[in-house]
T-cell receptor, first 114, second 113 residues
C-alpha cells in the first residue's frame, strides 16, 4: 500500500476484555515496529520484527501484551485483560530493513479502556 | 536507561526562527532524529543526523549536535503557521535496530500569525 495502515483508528473497550490492533506495513518493508504513546509515559518502544528473526520484545510492559507478524507482513498487537493504564495511542512503523534510517509511521490506534 | 529531555512548549511569531532543544544522557547513540506530529496524525520524519556529524542543513531545517554536552537542537528558519506541531527528538541506542528509538518528551511549537 501507499503507507502504513492501522486498524481500527479508535477502539473503546471494557476493562478486562482482550483487544487486537492491526498493522499493515508498507509492501516490501521487512522491519516492523510497535510504539505506544500515552500521557504518562510519552512515546515508548514496545516490540520490533525483522524478517523471520525472533522479535525483540524488550519493550513490552507486561505479559498481557503480545504481538505476531504473519507471513512477514501484517502484524497484530494483542492486549489481554485490558487495564485502564493501557489507554494510549498505539503506533506502528515499518522500514525497508532494520538498518534503514527512515521508518514510516501509521496514524495509530487510539485505545480507550473504560 | 537513556533519558531524553525536551522543553514542553515554545511560542514564536510567524517569520521568526524557532529553536527546539533536546538533551540526552547516553553518548553512544548512532543516529539522532527529529520527528513532527500534527494533531491526530502519526509521526513524520523531518531529518536525522549521524553521530559523527556536528551539523546538517536541509532547506529551512538546521540540526546541530554537540556530543560533548549531549545536546541536539533543531532550528526552523522562517517559521510558518503550518509548522505548529509537537516535535520529538529520538535516538538510536548503539547496537540496536536503527528505528528502535528512544523518544524525547516532545516540544509543542505554537506559531503565532
Amino acid at each position: 500500500g501507499a503507507g502504513v495502515s492501522q486498524s481500527p483508528s479508535n477502539k473503546v473497550t471494557e476493562k478486562g476484555k482482550d483487544v487486537e490492533l492491526r498493522c499493515d506495513p508498507i509492501s516490501g518493508h521487512t522491519a516492523l515496529y510497535w510504539y505506544r504513546q500515552s500521557l504518562g509515559q510519552g512515546l515508548e518502544f514496545l516490540i520490533y520484527f525483522q524478517g523471520n528473526s525472533a522479535p525483540d520484545k524488550s519493550g513490552l510492559p507486561s505479559d498481557r501484551f503480545s504481538a505476531e507478524r504473519t507471513g512477514g507482513s501484517v502484524s497484530t498487537l494483542t492486549i489481554q485483560r485490558t487495564q485502564q493504564e493501557d489507554s494510549a495511542v498505539y503506533l506502528c512503523a515499518s522500514s525497508l530493513h532494520q538498518g534503514s534510517t527512515e521508518a514510516f509511521f501509521g496514524q495509530g490506534t487510539r485505545l480507550t479502556v473504560v | 536507561g537513556e533519558d531524553v529531555e525536551q522543553s514542553l512548549f515554545l511560542s514564536v511569531r510567524e517569520g521568526d526562527s524557532s529553536v527546539i532543544n533536546c538533551t540526552y544522557t547516553d553518548s553512544s547513540s548512532t543516529y539522532l532524529y527529529w520527528y513532527k506530529q500534527e494533531p491526530g496524525a502519526g509521526l513524520q520524519l523531518l531529518t536525522y543526523i549521524f553521530s559523527n556529524m556536528d551539523m546538517k542543513q536541509d532547506q529551512r531545517l538546521t540540526v546541530l549536535l554537540n556530543k560533548k554536552d549531549k545536546h541536539l537542537s533543531l532550528r526552523i528558519a522562517d517559521t510558518q503557521t503550518g509548522d505548529s506541531a509537537i516535535y520529538f527528538c529520538a535516538l538510536t541506542p548503539l547496537g540496536g535496530a536503527t528505528n528502535k528509538l528512544i523518544f524525547g518528551t516532545g516540544t509543542l511549537l505554537a506559531v503565532q500569525p
